[in-house]
C-alpha cells in the first residue's frame, strides 16, 4: 500500500517521542500532518520532525482524505471522544493509554471502532520491552511450566506535578495501569481479583490530592497463579522495572537495562550503574517497535498486538484497586467494570 | 567460666546440625549428654560427635547437674513443655523453631522462663545468614532510610513428606514462620496485619492434608511498610532465599548463594549455578553463627539475639495468615493471636 | 555553519552503517553525494537514504564545490589516496580504519591534511562506546590512580572470508588494530614494546593464506604500566569485547552488551543472553557517535578526537606485531615504524 | 586402617590452618605430634588443638613409630631435606609449595621419595578451590572443546614484608607458582615456554630487594594454546582471584568468591561485596579438601593428586620467568631447568 500516513494528534512529550521514531526508524510510513490544540507545539513539532502540514484543531486531522491512521497522545480525557472520531472518519487508531476513566466511555470508543472495522492499538510499549518480552517468550513456550508467582516491579526516579495527579486517576489508573497490562500480557491470562494497600511515604502533598504515592498490588488469576506489583513514586536511585515469573519449569527474571556494563572495584566494593535514567530511554527500543508493530497491522491487515479490549481491562483493575484500597478487602473484577 | 555444658536433646537431622556445629566449630562449648525417645538415635549421635553420655530418657538431661544448658531439637509437639522443664531444672535454653502451634503452650513456656530467670534463645538461624544480617545493617545504620517496602521469596527445592505436613500445623506454621521473623527482624518492627492467598500448584496430596503448597502473603507493619512473601514449597532449581528491602535512601537485594562463581559460555549463551542446594547448606555459616551467639549469652550473661517473644510472634502471624486465606480477608494480628 | 553537507565514498556495508547513521539521527549533517565505484552500490545506498546525487567516480565527489567533508568507507587500499585527494580538494575527512599497511603512504596522506589544514578524523569507533569511555574516565579522573595492566579482550564471532584475509594485512593490521588503538585510548599514553604469539586453531584455510587466527599480544606503554591483547577470530558464544584496567586505586571491567538482561532459571542452573551479536549490534551507539563528534568538530572547528596520528600508530603497532611474532622476540615500535 | 596419624611439622600461619582443619573436619585423621624448631609455638599449637605430643625436634617426629605420614610447614629452605628424612622413615609426606628453589634439592627429595614408596603431596590447595576445579571439569569433560587461551589474575590485596620477599625467591617463585601450577592444572599439559616482564610498581623496598611487585607472563603449551598470567602485589579492593579458559567450545570464568551476594543501591549506584579477604578465607574449602585428598590418597593407596613433579614443574617455569625477565626474550623451559 506504499507508505502509511499518519496524522499526530497532540505534540506534546510522549508524541514528539512518537514523531521521532516514526521519522528515524520506519520508513514505510511518515506523518502528513500534526494537530495540537496550542498551535504553536503543532508548528514547532512540524518543524522539529519535517512534517508538511500542522493544525490546531484535530478535526482537520481526521477530514484530511490522505490520512490512513492517527496517533493520539493528547490528553487522556480526550482518548476516547478522538478514538470516536477517527473511527467515525475510517482512520485506524494508534491511541495512548489509558483510553479514558471510564468505564462507559471506553465501551462507546471500543463500540465505534468495532463498527467502522478500523484498527486500534493501545500504547501499552512494554509490551514492546525485549526484556519482558523474553519472559513472555518463555512462559509461551513452555519453558516456565505451569506459572505460579509473578512479581512486577515498577518505581519511578520522581513522582509527576500534583497537578498532573489531581487528574490522572491516582496511581492506579496513570502508573499501576502498564503494570496491570503486563500481569495479563506476561501470562496470557485474565486477573480476577485484586487486594490493594498503599500509603502515603513519599510526600505528603500526593495525600492531600487524594492519592497514595507506595502501593502494594496482590492479584489472582483465573488459573490460580497469583502475583503482586510493587509500585513506588519515588525511587533515589532511578527507575526500577523489572519482573519475576516462577512457574513449574523453572523461573525468569527480567532485570533493570543500565547505561553501561562497566563496574568498578576500590577499597570500598564494587560500584555499578544506576538503571536507565527513566521511560523514554528505557523504552526507546520499544517505543519504535510498538509503532511499527501498528504500521505493519495496518499494511498486513492483520490484529494489531494491543487490542481495545486490552486497553479497558486495565482501567477495570485500576478501579478495582481503588474500591479495594478504600474498601480494605480484595475485589473481584466484576465489582468494579 | 570455662567449657559451656550442653545437653541436646532430639538426634533427628537439625539434632546432629547443631551437634557438628558445637563439636568443630565451638571450643567454648560441648555437648556432654544427649537423648532421643529413640535411645538408638541418641548412641548414634552420642558415637558420632564423641559425646560422653547419652539416653533414650530427656529427663535425666533436665536432672542433670553438670548440664548448663539444653538444646531442644525434638518434635514440635515437645518444644513447649520441655523449655518449661528446662527452665523449672534452672538450665538456659536453645530451642528450635516453632515453640508451640498453640499460644497458650507458648505463654505458659515463655513465663517459665521468665520466672526461672533462664535465657531463652529460639532457631531462627536465617537472621545469623551474613546476607541477610548486611540487609538489616543497611536499614539499621540508616543507609536504605525510610523503609517502604519488603519483599521476601523463600521457596524449596521438594516438599516435606505428607506426614510431616500432616502434622506441621501447615505451611504458614512450618515454612513461612521462617519469613515472618524475617519481615520482623530486617526492620526491627512488628506487623500489623496480614493478607494470605495460595494455592495447591505443587501437588494434589498437599491439599488433601488441608495444607496449600503456594502462597502469597501481603503484610502492613505499624510504621506503615509494607512487604510481601513468596512461598512454594517446590522450586525445580533449588532452594530460593531472597530478600528486598526499598526505602527512601535506596534499596538492598539480598541474592541466593551458589556452589561456585564459575559461568560458562557456549552457542547457547551463558550458564551458571543453581542456588545451595537446601538450608543444611545455604545456612550452614548461620547454624555455626546463632549456636557461637547462644553461647556467648550465656557466658557474658546478656539478652539472647533471638528471644522468647520473637518465638511467639512468628505464631501469632502464621495463625493470622491462616484466618486470612480462610476468611479470604485481611487479618490483624490481635484477631489471631 | 548551517548544515553540514557530506560525501560518502564507498557504499558497501560500513558506508551503509553511516549513511543510516547521518541520515536518522544527525539533524545538522546530510549526505548530498555517494560515489561507488560500483555504481549499481552508489544508486541502491542513494535510494535507500534518500541521497539526492549518486556517482561511480569518487572524484566528482572531490570535485563538488556544496560537499563540506567526505566519508570514506571504500577498501583500505583507496583510503591513503582519497584522504590525500580530499585534502587538496579542501574537504574534511572521516576516514575508515586503516588508512593504509604503507607507513609511507599514510604519512603522505597526513602530510597533506597539514598542508591543507582540513580535520582528519580515523574511525576507531570503539572510543566512543559507552563501556569503554567510562573506564577511560575512571581513569581520567583519577579513580583507578595509577595504571599497572590492562586487559582487552576482543574475539569475532566468525572468520572474514579467506579472500579479505589475504588483502587485510593479517589479523593485527585488521582485528588488532583496534585493540592497538583501545591500549593508547584507554591510557592515554603511547606503547613502547609489542611481543606477539599466535597460531592457526580455528581454521587451517587462515594459515595457508599467511595469517594466523588466535594471538595474545603483550605490551608495555612508556609509564611501565603492562596490558594483553587476546584476539580470536571465532568464539562460538558470540563477539566478545572487554576490557579491564588496574591501577593502584582500583580496577574497571567493561562488560559485554547483551540484547537483554532476562535471565532464567531451571533444574540445569542460570541462563543468560549471550553478547550482541557483531560489531553492528554492538557499536550501534558508538557509529553515531563518532559521527557526531566529526560533524561537531567541523561545526565548532575543533581537533577531531581521533586525529591521523591515532589512525598511524596502531599500523606501527600492527607492523610490530608481525616483526614480533616472526622474529619470536619483543619488538620495540621505532623497529617497525 | 583406622585413623591416619599425622605428625605436623611447623606451627606458623599455614601450619595452623592444616592443624584447625585436620582437627575439625576430618575425622578419620589426627595429629599425634606437632613440631617446631621454636618450641613455644610447638606448644601453643598442640594447647590449642588438642595435640597430645610437641617438640621443637622434627627428628622426634620422623623417629616416632606412631606417625603415618607427616605434614610439612616449615620454612621453605628446610622442605628438601624434611621430604628426604620422612621418605628414609617410611612416612607420607605433604609438603607445602614450594619444594625448594634449587631444583637438585628438589631432583634429591622426589627420588628418595620415589625409593622408599611413600606418598607425597604438594600443597598447590588451588585445585581443590570449588571454582578452578569446576573449570577444569569444562575441559576435562569437552565442554570448552580444544583449549585457545588461558588467563590467570591473581592479585594479594597486600605485599608480604620486605624480609620475606628477600628469600622467598622473588615473586615467580613465591606467587606466580601457584599460578603456574594452575595453568598446568586447568588444561592438563604442559607449558613449554614463558616470556615474563615486569616492574616495581607498588613499593620501591621490593624493588630494592632485587625483586618486581607486578609482573605479566605469557606462556604457550605444547599443543599450541596460550595463556597469560596477571600478577601484583597489592590491589587496594582485596584479593582478586580469576581464571578464564576460551576454547573451540566457549568460555569458562571462574569469578571471586565475595563474604555476600548482598547489593546496595542508592543514588550512586549499585554496590557490592569487595572479593573475600586473602587466602585463608577464599581457599577456606580448598584447605579442607586437599588435605582430606591426602588422607584419603593414603587410606586408599593411590596417586595424590598434586604428585612431586607437580611441585617440581611450577619452580622450573618461576627460573624460567626470572630468566625471561632478566634477559628480556622468550624462554623455552628446558633453558631454566
Known amino acids: ?31 502528513s500532518v500534526v494537530a495540537d490544540i496550542f498551535v504553536e507545539a503543532a508548528r514547532g513539532a512540524a518543524e522539529l520532525y519535517g512534517i508538511p502540514k ?14 490512513d491512521a492517527v496517533v493520539i497522545c493528547s490528553s487522556t480525557d480526550t482518548h476516547a471522544k478522538f478514538i470516536e472520531r477517527a473511527a467515525m472518519a475510517g482512520k485506524h487508531v494508534f491511541c495512548e493509554k489509558p483510553i479514558s476513566h471510564d468505564l462507559r466511555a471506553i465501551d462507546r470508543a471500543l463500540a465505534a471502532v468495532e463498527e467502522s472495522g478500523v484498527k486500534l492499538q493501545i500504547g501499552f510499549q512494554r509490551r514492546f520491552d525485549p526484556n519482558f518480552r523474553r519472559v513472555r ?24 506535578p500534583i497537578d498532573y495527579i489531581k487528574v490522572s486517576g491516582g496511581i492506579f489508573l496513570d502508573m499501576t495501569i502498564h503494570d496491570f497490562d503486563m500481569a495479563r500480557f506476561l501470562l496470557g491470562e485474565e486477573v480476577e481479583e ?27 488469576y483465573v488459573s490460580g497463579a497469583m502475583g503482586t506489583i510493587d509500585n513506588c513514586r519515588k525511587a533515589v536511585y ?13 523461573r525468569a527474571i527480567a532485570h533493570n537495562e543500565t547505561p553501561t556494563r562497566t563496574t568498578f572495584m ?53 478501579l478495582a484497586a481503588w474500591k479495594s484500597l478504600r474498601e480494605h478487602r480484595p475485589v473481584r473484577l466484576p465489582e468494579a467494570g
Do not use: C, W
Open 1 to 31: 500500500m506504499g507508505v502509511v500516513n499518519l496524522g499526530l494528534i497532540g505534540a506534546g512529550r510522549i508524541g514528539k517521542v512518537h514523531a521521532a521514531t516514526i521519522t528515524r526508524e520506519i520508513p514505510d510510513a511518515k506523518i
Open 54 to 67: 500542522y493544525t490546531g484543531d484535530p478535526e482537520e486531522v481526521f477530514a484530511d482524505p490522505t490520512v
Open 137 to 160: 517468550e518463555l512462559i509461551a513456550n513452555g519453558s516456565i511450566g505451569k506459572p505460579y508467582l509473578v512479581h512486577i516491579i515498577s518505581r519511578d526516579p520522581a513522582p509527576p
Open 194 to 220: 485484586v487486594y490493594a494497600i498503599g500509603g502515603v511515604m513519599v510526600d505528603p502533598a500526593v495525600g492531600e490530592a487524594g492519592d497514595v504515592d507506595t502501593a502494594l498490588i496482590t492479584f489472582r
Open 238 to 250: 532511578g527507575y526500577d522495572q523489572r519482573v519475576e515469573v516462577f512457574g513449574s519449569g523453572g
Open 266 to 318: 576500590d577499597g570500598d566494593g564494587l560500584h555499578g550503574d544506576n538503571p536507565l535514567h527513566f521511560f523514554l530511554e528505557r523504552y526507546r527500543v520499544a517505543y519504535a517497535d510498538e509503532m511499527r508493530a501498528f504500521v505493519k497491522a495496518i499494511e498486513e491487515d492483520t490484529e494489531p498486538l494491543v487490542t481495545g479490549l486490552d486497553g479497558k481491562i486495565p482501567v477495570v483493575m485500576g
